[in-house]
Each structure stands twice: as C-alpha cells, then as structure tokens.
C-alpha cells in the first residue's frame, strides 16, 4: 500500500483548524464539568445528543461517544446491537455516574474502519428493530391475538385472605369483647 503526501500541507495546522479543535475541546469540556447538570436545568447550556470524546484515534477506527441523556436502557440494547456487527472488534458502554444524564460507549473496528459508521449504522438498526416490534405488537392487538386476564383487585385477595387465617385487617369492625 503507498501512502501519497501533499506537499503543500505544513506541519502546522491552519487557524480554522486550530479553532475547530478549541471549540470541539471546550464542547467536550462542558460535558466533565461538575455543574452541568444545574447549568443544564437553568437553562444556559445546551449539550449535543452525541459528542466524540477526546482520545480517539485519528481516523476513528476507536472513539468513545457521549449519549447526553441517556441511560442503560439504550445503552445495552446499543452495545448489543454494534458488537453484532463482524467488523467489531470490541463495544463497551458506562454510566460515568449517577448524577450525569449521559452514558459513554467505547467502539473499537478492525482493519481501521470508521467507529462513526458503525455507530449510525447500529442506531438505524435498533431503531428498524423497534419499529419492527411496535407494528407486531400494534397488530397482534388489532387481531385479538393475545391472552385477556381478569383484573384482581389485590388489596381485596390479600384482605380475604388474611380474614381467612383469623388475622385482622385494617378497615374491618374489630371485636373488642
């Protein structure tokens, strides 16, 4: 494999490089920071739904993403669907804390493929998926394909039978004698 090189391209990077990467660095400083949650409530800070975390590799074959406001629902049923993939080399999600609204999932490709596809691709994925199950569901309804249960009222079971085995139950008249 060759690999070409510009010769026109300096060692230094161009300003609006060098201002990308600021701004990329302050948004992804803002999601660290202890009182984000209270700037988030006020009002003052909006934070992107999906950020890449400082660390990835330069051609994002290995980036961990930022889910604002997410939690372990999506984060499991997403690490799932990604390590489906065969091109996966490894996919792991946490929940930094409890008090941050985010969760972090890490993607790691082979052969330096992009972590970036692979995450829209699985997003894509898990949502046909869900769509999938939402049109089952609504037609099996529709078709009175499922199992009816009488209600119970429990308070009611519980009560019979505690009367039942001589025990009292709150609300009935007491014998006092």
């Known amino acids: 494999m060759t690999l070409a090189f510009s010769s026109t391209s300096s060692t230094m990077p161009t300003e609006a490089e060098r201002k990308r990467e600021e701004a ?8 660290d920071n202890a009182g984000v949650l209270q700037m988030s409530a006020a009002g003052e800070t909006s934070m992107d739904k999906i950020t890449i975390l400082p660390g990835h590799e330069p051609d994002y074959s290995a980036c961990t993403f930022s889910l604002w406001e997410e939690d372990h629902t999506l984060g499991n049923a997403l690490r799932w669907m990604i390590m489906k993939d065969p091109d996966v080399e490894y996919c792991g999600y946490s929940a ?21 596809d692979c995450l829209r691709r699985a997003l894509a994925n898990l949502r046909d998926l869900f769509n999938t199950v939402q049109q089952r569901y609504a037609q099996s309804l529709r078709n009175d394909e499922y199992v009816q249960e009488a209600d119970v009222d429990v308070h009611e079971v519980v009560a019979q039978t505690l009367r039942e085995r001589g025990l009292p139950v709150q609300g009935d008249e007491m014998d006092t004698a």
């Not at 990329?24 to 999601?31: D, E, M, V």
């Not at 941050?100 to 970036?116: F, N």
Request: charged content about 25%.
């Open 96 to 116: 930094p804390h409890p008090s941050e609204p985010k969760i972090h999932i890490r993607v790691q490709m082979y052969d330096g493929l992009s972590a970036v």
């Open 24 to 31: 990329a660095a302050r948004r992804h400083a803002r999601l």
